[in-house]
Structures are given as C-alpha cells and as structure tokens.
C-alpha cells in the first residue's frame, strides 16, 4: 500500500486525487493533507480520509480547523513549517505537490531533501527554480511524477526511450476560450472562466486564457526532461484529446490521447509504475470524428513569447515572469485590471529586472519579491 501526502488537498488536483485514492482505496493511505485555508472542505476531508496529520497555510485559521476537529487522533499544524512537517512525514511514499504558485516551492524542496517520491502539479516551483529543484532530486533519487496532462503525456512517451532519441517535444493546448475571439479588451472575468473542454482552479484557467500557462509548461518542460527550449513547440490542438506528443530523431511521433480528465494522469502518477484499471471510461475515437492543429497566434497572446524570452536568458527570468504573472491574475480575478493589462504588466516588469545569472536560491526568492511589489506598483500607477 502507497501512502500519500497531498499539499493542496482543497485545489483542483488534490480533490481529484483524493477521488481516485477513494475509488481504490485498497492500494493508497492518506497520510497527511494540507490547504491554504479552506477550513470546510479540509475538515470534512479530514473526517473521510483520517490522515496523521493536517496543516492549514493559513496559520490564523488553524484554531479554527483544531477546534471543529476536536478529538480527531492526529495532529493539526499551520504555516509553511507544518506544510514541511507534512511533506516530510516519515512513513510517506509520495507526496502530490498540489499548491498553486511560488507558495508550493519550499515545501516540494523539503520533501525532495527527505527522499519522498513527488507528483508534480505546482509547474511554477519548476519555472522558478528548475535547476535547482532537478539538481536536489538527482541528488537524493528522487522521481519527479509529473501530474499536468501535458508533462504526464510527455513522460508515459519517453518511458523506456533511449538517451538522444528525441528530436522535439510537442506541447498541445486548446487555445482556451478566447482562441477565436478578435476583440480582448471586452473580455470578462465570467468569460475567461468558462474553459472550454478542462475544469480546473481559477488561477491555470486565467492562465490558459492568455496561453501563460502554455508558456509556463514550456518552462517547466525544459527543466524536468532536460529538453533545450529550442526543440519545445506548442501546438493548438482545440478539442485536447491528444495531451502532447514527443517527435524522434526518426521522424516518427508518438502521442497520449485520453479524455479530458485530470483524473487519468493524477491516476498514473499515484500508482506509477502500474496502472489502475478502470479509472475511467476510454476514448470513442469515432464519436470525436476530427482531430485539428494550428499554430499559436503570438501577437495575439504575448504571454507565450514572454516565457520561451525568459527561460531563453534564464537566471532568474522565469521567476519574474511568475511572480508577475500570479499578480496581474490575481488582480484581475479581483476584477481591478483588465483581461488585456495582464501581458501589459508581465512586459513592463520583465523590462526593469536585472537578470541574476545562476542565482541561489535566495537570489531566486528576492526576485520573486521584487517582480511581485514591482507588479503591484504598475497596477497602483
């Protein structure tokens, strides 16, 4: 039996691996979960799963999750210290890093250093600090399980492929919603929240808007399958059954089609190296009738050409480009900027920043804040 922990158990990713560790509960145990401070769904998960222990981020929120969980056995933590603490239990197989943005970067360190196998879903821990999240897990042995459809599709391509065969990998993305659409300044947040074929948190579907999130998988791509950016192309594949594909020196392709659920490469992550069987209903290839691709439409959503630019120079670059990103977006999921002042305001801090070659990991943190508050005074201004 696997046991798990999950650091972001109230997101998109952990409530759907949470579905299939129930559906196959003979195989997996929930050793600890975490949130950032939804208090109802982390309790009532608490209650199902009966983890050792629990940690809300949000530490003023952590009385009120220990009092409503009044005589449950195992222990309630808060902060980005309990958020370690879990992560490094003793007993824990894998840990399925689930926290959206930079927040998840310390704790999937953390949990590198204690040797636990990883389910990757925080792409952005990778785009900020890539080379030395991959460095410490070579380090220490550790198997990065990528658990996005994109990574998760180009890693079931490579298993068992030999070193220089690929030539290219293929990164697919529906083009969200606004793929067609002309004019983006009339855009609404109600709009650019209406996914086309995924159900997913807020945060990637804004991103998945502007295409940033293609960008960002671009990134993270480059680092955790040691890729050169220059042979990392995206494709808009519209109706997301083909997850990515990873072209051979050959010149033969292979590609990883499913449906269009989250659960099928949480799935795979959680029982790599075998397979669930059953997990869900198969592709009827006759029912979808049309598979189609077209390339990205780059002056339209600059958001893309930003990220391959920044992991291009590298340092700290791509960690400017998060930290801004996660700020612009956030401004807009408060409805105070604009769906189009986001690449506006990713440009301008880009623009300003320095760039640290070979940066600790201090140096990575410190540029984090500087884009964040540079951010916020362009949005202020």
Known sequence: MKKVAILGSTGSIGTNALWVISKFQQHFEVVGLTADKNVDL???????????????????????????LKGYPGEVVGGQAGLIKVACQADVDLVICAIVGSAGLIPLLEAIKAKKQIGLANKEALVMAGRIVMELARQN??????????????????????????????????GGPFRQRMDLETITLEETLKHPTWQMGKKITVDSATLMNKGLEVIEAHYLFDIPVSDITVVIHPQSIIHSMVEFVDGSILAQMSVTDMRIPIAYALSYPE?????????????????????????????????????????????????????AVQQFLNKEIKFTDIPKIIKKVMGTHKIIESPTLDEILMADTWAREKARNIIKN
């Open 275 to 327: 397979r669930l069987a059953g997990v869900l209903s198969g592709l009827n290839l006759t029912q979808i009738g049309m598979l189609s691709f077209q390339e990205p439409d780059l002056d339209k959503f600059p958001c893309l050409s930003y990220s391959y630019e920044a992991v291009t120079k590298g340092g700290t670059g791509p960690a400017v480009l998060n930290a801004a990103n996660e700020i």
């Open 42 to 68: 982390l309790e009532k998960q608490v209650r199902q799963f009966n983890p050792k222990i629990v940690c809300l981020a949000d530490e003023e929120k952590t009385g009120i999750l220990a009092e409503r």
């Open 141 to 174: 042995g550790v198997k990065i399980l990528p658990l996005d459809s994109e990574h998760n599709a180009i890693f079931q391509c490579l298993e068992g492929k030999a070193p220089g065969t690929v030539k290219k990998i293929i990164l697919t993305g529906s």
